[in-house]
């Protein structure tokens, strides 16, 4: 019990996982700065998992809007593994959905929160600005109850290598689990960026039937030619 009664606050760490979390539009990305200084200031989070969110806003900040944007939309928007909307994970189409996104927005009408409109109280931001708004102890059993979706999310979001990972694994800490370090991917040098591809890479002339004549060329995908062996152009 002493456990509980001694929690950390994690009132702004809460707060910010939450904007992290919520789709990066110019005013989102305004403020990274703003919620790196939070996150360090509360230090209600390890060293390690700090460095993570420090390498996702480091991303976030870096790259171009069109493609921070579309980032987000094809990681969160296009498959229910990834999900941010918690009852898909648990409900998915079924009828019980309904009945408990009416529960849960209950809870916070009592809490005196009120969605805005088009909002949805499963939507994993808002639900953590509702537990941000809770104290230590009871924002933790909360948290807690969610783990198990947490985790399921953290899994998928590690398989596909994503930097939002870490916004998962800083979840599960705040919820009292163990979660694993996310890897923090090396940014390309500059040279690497900018290197030009050689002109027809993966094109051959070895192997054609008939090497005298003209040969039709076929342009393969890079990521098909990584995937396996570069064949010559057939006749």
């Given at each position: 019990?002493?456990?509980?009664?001694?929690?950390?606050?994690?009132?702004?760490?809460?707060?910010?996982?939450?904007?992290?979390?919520?789709?990066?539009?110019a005013e989102l990305r305004?403020?990274?700065?703003?919620?790196?200084?939070?996150?360090?200031?509360?230090?209600?989070?390890?060293?390690?998992?700090?460095?993570?969110?420090?390498?996702?806003?480091?991303?976030?900040?870096?790259?171009?809007?069109?493609?921070?944007?579309?980032?987000?939309?094809?990681?969160?928007?296009?498959?229910?593994?990834?999900?941010?909307?918690?009852?898909?994970?648990?409900?998915?189409?079924?009828?019980?959905?309904?009945?408990?996104?009416?529960?849960?927005?209950?809870?916070?009408?009592?809490?005196?929160?009120?969605?805005?409109?088009?909002?949805?109280?499963?939507?994993?931001?808002?639900?953590?600005?509702?537990?941000?708004?809770?104290?230590?102890?009871?924002?933790?059993?909360?948290?807690?109850?969610?783990?198990?979706?947490?985790?399921?999310?953290?899994?998928?979001?590690?398989?596909?290598?994503?930097?939002?990972?870490?916004?998962?694994?800083?979840?599960?800490?705040?919820?009292?689990?163990?979660?694993?370090?996310?890897?923090?991917?090396a940014e390309e040098s500059?040279?690497?960026?900018?290197?030009?591809?050689?002109?027809?890479?993966?094109?051959?002339?070895?192997?054609?039937?008939?090497?005298?004549?003209?040969?039709?060329?076929?342009?393969?995908?890079?990521?098909?030619?990584?995937?396996?062996?570069?064949?010559?152009?057939?006749?």
């Amino acid at each position: 019990m002493a456990l509980f009664n001694n929690l950390p606050k994690a009132t702004k760490t809460l707060r910010v996982l939450a904007r992290l979390l919520s789709y990066p539009d110019a005013e989102l990305r305004g403020h990274l700065a703003d919620m790196r200084g939070a996150l360090h200031g509360e230090k209600a989070l390890p060293a390690q998992r700090l460095a993570e969110l420090d390498a996702l806003i480091d991303t976030l900040q870096r790259k171009e809007a069109l493609e921070v944007e579309s980032d987000y939309v094809e990681l969160f928007d296009r498959g229910r593994a990834t999900s941010l909307h918690l009852f898909e994970h648990v409900h998915g189409d079924s009828r019980d959905r309904g009945p408990a996104m009416i529960d849960l927005a209950q809870t916070y009408e009592k809490a005196g929160m009120y969605l805005g409109e088009g909002e949805l109280p499963d939507f994993l931001p808002v639900v953590l600005e509702f537990t941000s708004t809770q104290p230590p102890r009871e924002a933790r059993e909360f948290l807690a109850e969610m783990a198990h979706i947490f985790n399921a999310i953290f899994a998928a979001l590690q398989q596909r290598q994503s930097a939002y990972a870490c916004v998962l694994g800083a979840l599960l800490e705040l919820a009292g689990e163990k979660a694993s370090p996310v890897e923090i991917a090396a940014e390309e040098s500059i040279d690497a960026v900018w290197q030009e591809p050689v002109v027809f890479d993966g094109c051959s002339s070895k192997g054609q039937s008939k090497p005298d004549q003209p040969q039709p060329i076929h342009i393969v995908p890079k990521a098909q030619r990584q995937a396996r062996p570069a064949q010559g152009a057939q006749a």
